[in-house]
């Protein structure tokens, strides 16, 4: 079955330092994967998505992600954290077959030091 | 201009009693998707609706119950309201798709607090 594991439950970084956010996926063929971030108090915005091609994906406000099959990962980065990017960070993929709904990952809090 | 609305925000209520929410998106999507995000944050599939259809129901109590009078509507209703109900539900939609892997867009989120 599909899965994702996201293994940092909070992490914390100072603003203008770089941030890794790792997500671990379980996929049966060619996974689609999404980051999504959820800002306090607020729904789920997508920042990209990964579905074939390119395995360095570009994202929305400044964010990367890079697809490794060989790992399983599809780890979001950023190289300059800012004080606004506090939030929650989920990565997700689809569940398969013909549902289409997504199985997220328990996600990781990031908390910005000024 | 929003794309998936949520009424309401915020949703407080007493046990037992009956509540609605409300989805609506004008994406122009065929299919529409109810998630259940609990006190620690985990996302987890209610029900998924394509083009009116139901299409998935998972392991959630027969007290909830969505609606689809069309399309672009997938409201949620919900019976003798428990404790264990308190959550944010979210709303989510996304466009035809073979493989029905495309992007999900998601409303602002409902509060349910149940008292």
């Known amino acids: 079955a599909q899965s994702v594991t996201q293994p940092d439950i909070h992490i914390t970084v100072s603003e203008g330092a770089s941030l890794e956010l790792r997500c671990n996926y379980s996929y049966g063929a060619t996974p689609y994967l999404f980051w999504y971030v959820q800002s306090p108090g607020q729904g789920l915005q997508l920042l990209l998505k990964?579905?074939?091609?390119?395995?360095l994906v570009q994202g929305i406000k400044g964010f990367e992600a890079e697809f490794k099959r060989s790992q399983s990962s599809f780890n979001l980065r950023k190289p300059s954290v800012h004080w606004s990017d506090a939030a929650e960070y989920f990565c997700?993929?689809?569940?398969?077959?013909?549902?289409?709904?997504?199985?997220f990952g328990k996600g990781t809090k990031l908390s910005v030091k000024p | 201009d929003t794309a998936v609305s949520q009424t309401p925000k915020y949703l407080v209520t007493q046990m037992g009693n009956d509540k609605s929410i409300k989805c609506e998106q004008n994406l122009g999507h065929d299919t529409m998707y109810w998630y259940k995000q609990d006190s620690k944050k985990f996302l987890k599939i209610m029900f998924s609706?394509?083009?009116?259809?139901?299409?998935i129901n998972e392991t959630v109590p027969n007290r909830f119950s969505p609606k689809s009078p069309d399309k672009a509507h997938l409201n949620l209703h919900i019976n003798s309201l428990e404790l264990g109900d308190s959550a944010v539900y979210f709303c989510?939609?996304?466009?035809?798709?073979?493989?029905?892997?495309?992007?999900?867009?998601f409303g602002p989120g409902t509060r349910l607090t149940v008292l």
């Open positions: 609706y394509n083009n009116k259809e139901l299409i």
């Open positions: 989510a939609s996304s466009p035809p798709a073979g493989g029905r892997t495309d992007t999900q867009y």
């Open positions: 997700a993929v689809p569940s398969g077959g013909s549902q289409g709904n997504l199985i």
């Open positions: 990964y579905f074939s091609g390119d395995t």
